[in-house]
């Protein structure tokens, strides 16, 4: 096995809380088994700018706690562009950095994915997103606290929606992902959720909506995923406010809110285990993988597959929603 000595770590694409306190991870651990450990400023456009530093355990103190990320983030398109990567490989090589630790989401997994296969640097995926859209783990860093803010934002909608026997539809984040709307969801007792990944048609809403209304049932939540084909919240509440006029119809859209804040417990926990677990895979001369945990044990996903692939939402779910709030 080769022995490793220097190692990179950086933070792309939208950032999640709960990346700073893998950072963390990754920096101790590695400072553990004595590597040196770089820290690569705003993603993959910091490796092609050589914004790149040496990190001691002191530059992680008092990060566990904070959302965003300390390394910065970006969406660098140079790094699409083979002369980008080789850029970027140029910048490592002459660090003898060893192995690449990327915490994001699937566009930077495809990037590391390029990247390893073009020049001989191994990578290793954290999985740091909102939208729990990857495969080979089941919670990925960020979701829980971003479904904790939808949660505490759409209680507070629904205290005012039951004052004044309001229609609310909220639009979470998530992409073309669904796991934001269904967790806060369901978590609040919203009559409807859309997402993506289910055909629930603006029919089907406005059926349910009259159906209420008749039961004399005027408190609605609907949450929408922002990736749903009726347009987001403002496109559903178009098409409400067209067949159901009288309805006292407001429109929500959570936003970057649920991108901020301190990472809740579990993210937290997620994210040291996922750091640690990213060095222990380079020493192991485990590469191109992302590190998952899935039954609370650790698993690795070849870093094609967790592109490639989805996580699936079984439609048992939508039974649940019908059932629990009728
Ligand atoms: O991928 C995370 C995410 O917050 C998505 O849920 C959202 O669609 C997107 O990023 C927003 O990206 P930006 O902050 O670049 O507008």
Redesign the pocket.
């Known amino acids: 096995m080769k022995k490793v000595n220097n190692i990179a770590v950086l933070t792309s ?2 950032d999640a809380p709960g990346m700073n306190a893998a950072v963390r991870a990754v920096v101790r651990t590695g400072i553990y088994h004595d590597l040196n450990v770089y820290g690569v400023m705003y993603g993959y456009r910091g490796l092609l700018t050589d914004d790149i530093f040496p990190m001691e355990s002191k530059s992680v103190a008092n990060i566990i706690q904070r959302g965003g990320t300390v390394l910065k983030t970006a ?1 660098c398109l140079e790094f699409y562009e083979f002369e980008g990567r080789q850029k970027a490989y140029e910048n490592l090589k002459k660090r003898n950095i060893e192995g690449l630790v990327v915490i994001g ?1 699937d566009g930077s997994f495809n990037g590391a994915m390029k990247f390893s296969q073009e020049f001989d640097i191994p990578c290793i995926g954290l999985p740091g ?3 729990k859209d990857i495969a080979g783990t089941d919670f990925t860093i960020g979701f829980d606290t971003a479904v904790n803010t939808a949660v505490e934002a759409i209680d507070k909608i629904r205290d005012t929606a039951d004052a004044h026997d309001r229609l609310f539809i909220i639009e979470v ?3 073309d992902a669904g796991y934001l709307a269904l967790h806060s969801g369901i978590a609040t007792g919203a009559e409807n959720i859309l997402i993506p990944e289910h055909t629930t048609t603006v029919d089907d809403i406005i059926n349910d909506l009259q159906a209420n209304e008749r039961r004399k049932k005027m408190v609605n939540l609907i949450v929408v995923a ?1 990736g749903h084909e009726a347009g987001g919240a403002n496109g559903l509440a178009k098409r409400v406010k067209e067949k159901c006029p009288q309805l006292d119809t407001k429109v929500c859209i959570l936003g ?1 809110i ?2 901020g804040g301190s990472p809740s417990t579990m993210d937290r926990i997620l994210a040291s285990r996922m750091g640690y677990a990213a060095v222990d895979a380079l020493l192991e001369g485990i590469h191109n993988v992302m590190i998952g945990i899935v039954n609370d044990k650790v698993a690795y996903t070849p870093l094609d597959k967790a592109v490639k692939a989805k996580q699936e939402i079984d439609p048992e779910w939508f039974k649940i929603v019908k059932i629990l709030a009728s």
């Open positions: 694409g939208g969406r989401g997103t909102i939208d984040m998530g992409r922002e970057h649920q991108r």
